[in-house]
């Protein structure tokens, strides 16, 4: 369930301490063979052996010695970003792994301006769009946490995964780097989510989100990465919602360990064809830190978590009713305005869309 992403064509920020090996010149006259191995000599050359690297970032060593570089961050830490640039220049990796599914990828090329901008603009077309892609009730547990996200970006000021953009760069300047998203795509982890709470709890949960409102600073941000503090939060959510840290939490550190794994295995120098332990680097938000260590020499089956059952026939009869009660909503604001008005406002692509996404599928 890999997905790759190489990083070879993407813009890349400079070093902090530039030197004259950031960008080798390689000598005319060589053949393709020759030039991949100087590539290849020279990355060992910058990787350091035994790399200061910071308090986040956890060493887990595979069985056929390939060695991974786990940094945990906090998704709207700036100090986050520098970890994770630090830890890449520092062990030079073959593999750069994130917490990232094919779902969420555009953030790694999107700008910071335009990322807070559509992290602030919640409007009609992402909620449609949320509920086509995932289902009515996901796809409104989809747009609720957006809330938070934005809510969170609104207060800081700052978009949420910089630490993954600068992943994605970072890995750009590693020769022989490949750029992997390991995380599950987000549609199964929301639909079995919500498939785990009683409508009590989805009620609850719903109102939590909606009515958030308390400030956030920098500072409570970066207390994210302290694990005692996360271990105390972790704590609360399963006392609160245990269903939904099962799926959103638990589940996903089986998952990203199985891909961590994954990319943990042997590559392939360009002089021979024997493999060589590999070196990878796994960038995932600090609360996954403590699943993965955990689950890292156990034997997993991914199977079960990306398993989604069908929809009850009390969520089926639900969604329809919400469906039912939008439609009527339309159809009387038709009656209000008048036959010729209601008509033009019917043919509206806005609500043609609106529409569309009312046909009567399973939520």
């Known amino acids: 369930m890999d997905q790759d992403n190489t990083s070879e064509d993407e813009s890349v920020c400079p070093s902090e301490e530039p030197s004259e090996d950031d960008h080798p010149c390689i000598p005319p006259g060589l053949s393709d063979g020759e030039s991949l191995e100087m590539l290849w000599q020279l990355r060992d050359q910058r990787r350091q052996r035994s790399p200061n690297l910071p308090e986040t970032v956890t060493c887990l060593t595979a069985p056929d010695g390939s060695m991974l570089y786990l940094v945990g961050t906090a998704h709207f830490s700036e100090s986050s970003k520098k970890d994770v640039a630090r830890t890449i220049r520092a062990v030079q990796p073959d593999v750069v792994v994130v917490e990232l599914c094919q779902y969420r990828v555009s953030m790694l090329k999107m700008d910071e301006n335009t990322l807070l901008k559509e992290a ?31 809510h969170i970006t609104e207060q800081l ?8 953009r600068e992943a994605f760069k970072e890995a750009g300047q590693v020769p022989f780097c490949k750029f992997h998203l390991g995380d599950r795509p987000i549609p199964v982890t929301f639909k079995r989510a919500i498939a785990a709470l009683s409508l009590w709890q989805k009620a609850r949960l719903a109102w939590g989100l909606c009515f958030l409102s308390d400030p956030i600073s920098k500072e409570d941000v970066e207390k994210c990465k302290q694990k005692d503090l996360l271990e105390q939060t972790m704590s609360e959510m399963i006392g609160e919602f245990p269903a939904l840290h099962q799926t959103i939490v638990a589940e996903r550190d089986i998952y990203l360990t199985h891909t961590l794994r994954q990319a943990t295995r042997g590559v392939e120098s360009p002089s021979s064809t024997q493999k060589v ?54 159809g009387y604001a038709c009656y209000r305005v008048g036959g010729s008005l209601g008509r033009v406002l019917l043919s509206a692509p806005t609500v043609q869309s609106v529409l569309e996404s009312l046909r009567l599928t399973p939520a």
């Open 120 to 150: 602030k603009d919640i409007n009609l077309e992402k909620v449609q769009q949320a509920i086509k892609q995932n289902g009515l009730m996901s796809g409104l547990m989809q747009i609720l946490l957006l809330k938070v996200s934005a």
């Open 277 to 330: 332990p590999a070196v990878v680097v796994g960038v995932v938000g600090m609360g996954h830190v403590p699943g993965i260590e955990k689950n890292w020499e156990k034997q997993l089956n991914i199977s079960e978590i990306m398993s989604v059952a069908p929809p009850s026939s009390f969520g089926w009869v639900l969604g329809l009713v919400v469906k039912g009660v939008v439609a009527g909503m339309l």
């Open 157 to 164: 000021g700052m978009a949420p995964g910089g630490e993954f």
